[in-house]
Nanobody
Framework: EVQLQASGGGLVQAGGSLRLSCAVSGITFDDYAMSWIRQAPGKEREVVSCMSKSDGSIYYADSVKGRFTISSDSNTENAVFLQMNSLKPEDTAIYYC??????????????????????WGKGTLVTVSS
């Protein structure tokens, strides 16, 4: 069974930080590109950040560039992380961890719609107060 379990969300004041984690099981981790996608209330899903295992490339949406950092750990645990700094109220959303099989660049993955992803986690809620 494939599981992508996101955690680390919570309530934080504007300017604060959170670190999201996504524990991955049931797939060969290094065969998948990983991304974080968020959905704010009343808005469309947005690809926030992607990481390609095939070429090591990374993508960030313009809205989070310079504030968020994606990373992964395949040595001790199959996991992907999203360090979020300088949080803004507009970052409030449910954050989902997703996986896409095959060779792709992070930039290409960043342009895909959410329904192209192979696997999704249940999401973790991030609330940023002003």
């Amino acid at each position: 069974e494939v599981q992508l379990q996101a955690s680390g969300g919570g309530l934080v004041q504007a300017g604060g930080s959170l670190r999201l984690s996504c524990a991955v099981s049931g797939i060969t981790f290094d065969d998948y590109a990983m991304s974080w996608i968020r959905q704010a209330p009343g808005k469309e899903r947005e690809v926030v950040s992607c990481m390609s295992k095939s070429d090591g490339s990374i993508y960030y949406a313009d809205s989070v560039k310079g504030r968020f950092t994606i990373s992964s750990d395949s040595n001790t645990e199959n996991a992907v992380f999203l360090q979020m700094n300088s949080l803004k109220p507009e970052d409030t959303a449910i954050y989902y961890c997703t996986a896409l099989f095959g060779v792709t660049t992070a930039q290409a993955m960043g342009q895909m719609t959410w329904d192209r992803m192979d696997y999704w986690g249940k999401g973790t809620l991030v609330t940023v107060s002003s």
